[in-house]
């Protein structure tokens, strides 16, 4: 489980990505993104439920039915979806759990903690599905372009290949 996010959030950035990244846009079922990500399409259903509810996506029903995108992928923050699915108030807690921390009555992890967390907040108000979207485009080019240089080498070279992994 990520640390800075909860399972629900987890699926809704790789169902958005999912649909973010087809060649062609097409309203895709839970299931088929249930089972292209690898999820339970139980939990997911709850998920595109209160996506949909946020107007983040769209859902339609029927054949050739299913989810797209409502938003544009640069419009929706991984903040944004947590706001959706936990509680962000950890963002504004103290990190030893005291009531009564603050600046003029810090705890001892105050001062670190405060920057860490307005970090963190920054860095997931920042970053957007179309970001995660290209990067995981890239990622899908870079290994085909590694598997068309092993599919074109012989044999004994492909053996004596070292690959990333």
Not at 4 to 9: D, E, G, I, R
Request: hydrophobic residues 35%; charged residues 25%.
């Amino acid at each position: 489980m990520p640390l800075l996010y909860a399972k629900p959030t987890e699926h809704a950035i790789r169902a958005l990505i999912l649909l973010a990244t087809q060649e062609t846009p097409k309203p895709m079922t839970v299931q088929e993104i249930a089972e292209t990500e690898g999820v339970s399409s139980h939990h997911l259903a709850k998920v595109m439920k209160v996506l949909a509810q946020h107007k983040v996506i769209k859902s339609s029903r029927g054949p050739g039915g299913g989810y797209i995108l409502l938003k544009e992928a640069h419009e929706i923050s991984v903040w944004d979806l947590m706001g959706h699915f936990e509680d962000q108030s950890g963002f504004k807690e103290c990190a030893l759990g005291w009531t009564e921390c603050q600046d003029e009555d810090p705890c001892p992890f105050h001062d670190r903690w405060g920057t860490l967390r307005e970090s963190n907040r920054r860095f997931l108000q920042n970053v957007t599905i179309e970001g995660l979207a290209v990067a995981a485009l890239n990622k899908k080019l870079a290994l085909r372009e590694s598997f068309k240089e092993v599919s074109s080498m012989t044999p004994e070279d492909q053996g004596r290949a070292h690959l990333p992994t």
